[in-house]
């Protein structure tokens, strides 16, 4: 059974930092691409950052520079570094794994940023 459990959301002031986890079991992490998402109410889901299991990276023009996505294969986890937070930046915020053409999908976490 494929579970991904985010962590670390929250609200945070405008230009503040969070960093999102999300813990993944039930998938061969390490070949596995894992990507964030988010969704903003009356918004359609979308593509925030991105890396796969070589480690190549992409990120969605809007957060470019201002996060950054990794990973840790020892741990099963990847990571979002969320700074110089803006309130457009406010969504749920899901993980995402692609592996051996499935998509799996986790809860999500809400961001909020806000002053």
């Known amino acids: 059974q494929v579970q991904l459990v985010e962590s670390g959301g929250g609200l945070v002031q405008p230009g503040g930092s969070l960093r999102l986890s999300c813990a993944a079991s039930g998938i061969r992490f390490s070949i596995s691409t894992m990507g964030w998402y988010r969704q903003a109410p009356g918004k359609q889901r979308e593509l925030v950052a991105r890396i796969s299991g070589g480690g190549i990276t992409n990120y969605a023009d809007s957060v470019k520079g201002r996060f950054a996505i990794s990973r840790d294969n020892a741990k099963n986890t990847v990571y979002v570094q969320m700074n110089s937070l803006k309130p457009e930046d406010t969504a749920v915020y899901y993980c995402?794994?692609?592996?051996?053409?499935?998509?799996?999908w986790g809860q999500g976490t809400q961001v909020t940023v806000s002053s």
């Open positions: 995402n794994a692609a592996w051996i053409g499935n998509d799996y």
